[in-house]
């Protein structure tokens, strides 16, 4: 069962609304991601540029989980990298 993204601004502005296909059978790929938050999304751009295949998994919608709910806030305090506030 997918959800939809909650309400917040990114999800009012998003100007890309494409889903994409629920995953039937089997699927081969180099590196399998689970999640299509920050991280993972990150994590398959950087592995896509390097020549690799990557195939994310994604529960309920690209961004529905902390990604597409926080306040874009970079500092320090929160991700405790002292260099961030240098
Ligand atoms: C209200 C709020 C405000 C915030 N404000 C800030 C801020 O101002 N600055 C800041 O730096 N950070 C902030 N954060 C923290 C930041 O948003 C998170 O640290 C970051 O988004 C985490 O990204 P993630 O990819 O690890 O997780 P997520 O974005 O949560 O992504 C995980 C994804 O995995 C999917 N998933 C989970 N289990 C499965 C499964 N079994 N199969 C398939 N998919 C699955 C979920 O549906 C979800 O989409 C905030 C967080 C919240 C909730």
Do not use: C
């Not at 919608?61 to 902390?66: E, F, N, Q, Y």
């Amino acid at each position: 069962m997918s959800e939809d993204h909650v309400e917040t601004y990114y999800s009012a502005t998003a100007r890309d609304k494409r889903g994409f296909p629920t995953l039937h059978g089997d699927i081969s790929a180099d590196v399998a991601i689970i999640g299509g938050g920050f991280t993972g999304i990150a994590s398959a751009v950087e592995l896509a540029e390097r020549g690799l295949s990557v195939v994310v998994l994604e529960a309920n919608k690209i961004g529905w989980g902390a990604t597409g709910r926080n306040g874009g806030q970079v500092t320090g305090s929160l991700s405790g990298d002292t260099a961030a506030v240098q």
